[in-house]
């Protein structure tokens, strides 16, 4: 999930930048050229299906209408167990140390990350190896296998843990949004038990893909997206772009109800195997959808594991990629597609292909419902190749989590544009704000805004727009009844909201200064820190920046310091886990990689912050690791504050730093 996560935020920014107007920074609201025209969106909600006739009927129609000569998309876009306990005998403590968290959205609601610890213990998965690490005596305790020799080491795993349970959310398989065939993944989740010897009590295998997951208490839910379990008929060779999407089709049109119902398979600690189905009538689906994708929401406690209900699942006909979570709500949102459509995706045609409905993996390219016209010799048009564009809409959907049980769907909503990340959305006393860049169908003017939900309903009750003309949204944060949005394709603009009025959300400062925060995070009363890049005047990024800005007057903020390293990087700026706050110190941890000429150096620099600036305290560094004929430096992802040490974390090991001096006092190799 990091993979696809990464990835796509990736090739969002690269369009955005691509697309972008050339204009600068226009006001906030100002009308102008650079403005893409609004469209009026229409009313969004949910309908469950009465029975599985009723579900097998609209998803054939729906699928059959998306479905291309290539199958749901066009020609494949990919990104790139063995259950073994390996006890090491030693001394547990039982001393629970003060100690940082992982750094999360909203309080109270955990988010899988690859490093947990509760301050007696340091649980890491790495290479599909579970390890659990003694505060106190720093040395790995137990090891526990958790995928087979076949798989690759690299395996993208996060983990959740409550108590002595941890759950690990393996993403096995490659990553793909379109494909002939429907996805053969690997994706699993293990319910480990942590006390004594580590042990795997279940194992819940989803047919789909890990989507993200959030945990309040000891309650999980989990998101996975899966497609049509319908295999596409091979084509001839010579056969036309309309001979293949009649053949698929028909396969669509023919395919059972089981090839849509969303299948789990759940395997005890004894090995023995079940498989369940979401039930025809725990699907729904919004008006308007495409038949090609589906997620599900699992839960699970954690402190129960899993009972005969399995995960209690509950699944929607819709595409989504975005989870936001409190503690009495579970938010699943589907940004437009990003990508140019590709040639398979083109209709040869003498007419313009109308537009996508919102929120499919494509536009229909043909309507199947009427004949198609005999076309001669004579009286053919001339063809032409007209890209289908999706509507730039995003469309957000709300579950109520705040009693027992599988979530309860509450409501839906549509936003124009797209998000940035899940700290584009966020829930404040009966109110979802959503932060949002528009770009034009020409990608030539663009703008941001900000539109306030109803949640009870998700009915729009105010917006706030024309931010960043020509631009698009780098960081979002929302704290309370203010909002902070920072636009950027020269300079940035810090913009501060108002949000205490529902109704009418107003932008009441600006700052414009040189590069942008990638992320924002609370520094404290009137204070905000963000992480991002410096640029050049005319936008060229320049090396990370950490910015301390004091917003204590909305009207007026003003950046009171900045750290700047030429030619270096953090994965910080996409991945806020990567971001370590301890406000009892002042003390800030952020990865570092600096790339300029002969300055290649991975690390983890560490900042002390103060109510008035930001010092660099040093740099925390893992020993140089030999690869065959190659020596390398790993780069550290994760730190967290345990006691008075410093704990960080990278592909290779685990080093613990003297909080104060920096000095090194431990360093656990993973082998």
């Known amino acids: 999930m990091v993979v696809m996560k990464t990835l796509t935020r990736t090739a969002t920014a690269a369009l955005a930048l691509v697309t972008a107007a050339a204009a600068c920074t226009s006001p906030a609201g100002e009308a102008g050229p650079s403005s893409p025209a609004r469209r009026p969106l229409g009313a969004v ?176 839910r989990i998101v996975t997206r899966s497609e049509p379990d319908i295999t596409l008929p091979q084509a001839k060779d010579d056969a036309t772009d309309a ?49 090609a994708s589906l997620l599900t929401v699992h839960t699970l406690d954690l402190a129960r594991g899993v009972t005969d209900a399995g995960t209690d699942p509950i699944t929607l006909a819709a595409d989504g990629d975005i989870v936001y979570g409190t503690g009495q709500s579970l938010y699943v949102a589907s940004n437009p597609r990003w990508w140019p459509v590709d040639p398979a995706v083109m209709e040869d045609t003498a007419e313009p292909v109308p537009d996508a409905p919102s929120g499919t993996a494509q536009a229909p390219i043909d309507d199947p419902t009427p004949a198609e016209p005999t076309v001669t010799a004579t009286n053919a048009p001339k063809a032409t190749r ?34 940035l990340n899940q700290y584009s959305l966020s829930e404040h006393e009966g109110h979802l704000r959503v932060a949002t860049t528009v770009t034009s169908d020409d990608g030539e003017r663009s703008e941001s805004g900000v539109h306030v939900l109803r949640t009870s309903d998700m009915a729009e009750t105010g917006q706030v727009g024309g931010l960043g003309k020509g631009e698009r949204i780098y960081s979002v944060r929302f704290i309370g009844p203010v909002g902070y949005v920072v636009t950027f394709r020269q300079v940035d603009p810090l913009y501060t909201l108002d949000l205490r009025d529902p109704a009418a959300p107003k932008v009441t400062g600006e700052l414009k200064i040189t590069g942008y925060s990638a992320y924002l995070h609370p520094g404290g009363d009137g204070r905000l820190i963000g992480i991002g890049q410096e640029a050049s005047e005319k936008g060229r990024t320049m090396g990370t920046q950490v910015s301390l800005f004091d917003v204590n007057d909305p009207a007026a903020p003003r950046r009171l310091s900045q750290l700047f390293q030429k030619d270096s990087g953090s994965e910080a700026e996409w991945d806020p886990h990567a971001f370590l706050f301890w406000p009892k110190t002042g003390t800030a941890v952020i990865p570092l990689n600096s790339y300029g000429p002969n300055t290649e150096r991975n690390g983890a620099v560490v900042l002390k912050i103060t109510d008035s600036a930001i010092s660099r305290v040093g740099m925390i560094e893992h020993p140089r690791k030999r690869q065959s004929d190659m020596v390398y430096q790993p780069g550290i992802q994760r730190s967290m504050v345990i006691g008075d040490a410093i704990w960080t974390v990278s592909d290779t090991g685990v080093q613990v730093n003297d909080a104060a001096s920096l000095a090194r006092r431990s360093w656990i190799p993973f082998s």
Request: hydrophobic letters at 35%; one cysteine or more; aromatic letters at 4%.
């Open 45 to 220: 909600r949910l309908v469950a299906y009465s029975s599985c006739d009723d579900m097998l009927a609209g998803l054939r129609e729906h699928a059959a209408r998306t479905v291309g000569p290539w199958g749901f998309g066009g020609p494949m876009l990919m990104m790139e167990r063995r259950d073994t306990a390996m006890a090491v005998p030693q001394a547990k403590s039982t001393v629970t140390l003060e100690h940082s968290t992982t750094n999360t959205h909203e309080a109270g609601v955990d988010e899988p990350d690859l490093v947990k610890t509760d301050g007696a213990r340091v649980v890491t998965v790495t290479g599909g190896t579970l390890r659990i690490i003694d505060a106190a005596t720093r040395e790995v305790t137990a090891k526990l296998r958790l995928t087979g020799d076949d798989e690759p080491a690299f395996l993208p795993a996060d983990l959740l843990m409550s108590g002595d349970r941890a759950l690990v959310l393996l993403r096995g398989g490659g990553i793909m949004y379109k494909s002939i065939a429907p996805m053969k993944s690997d994706t699993r989740y293990v319910l480990v038990d942590l006390s004594g010897k580590p042990k795997v009590l279940s194992t819940i295998r989803p047919r789909g893909q890990y989507v993200d997951a959030r945990m309040v208490g000891s309650v999980v």
């Open 386 to 419: 007209t890209p289908v564009i999706p509507p730039e809409e995003t469309e957000v959907h709300r579950f109520d989590i705040g009693s027992p049980g599988p979530p309860v769907y509450a409501a839906s909503g549509k936003v124009p544009g797209r998000l």
């Open 243 to 291: 001979e293949r999407r009649k053949l698929n089709q028909r396969a669509v049109r023919t395919a059972p109800a089981g090839a849509w119902q969303p299948k789990v398979e759940i395997t005890d600690a004894s090995g023995a195997k079940r498989e369940l189905s979401v039930p025809c009538e725990r699907i729904s689906h919004p008006a308007d959808y495409t038949g």
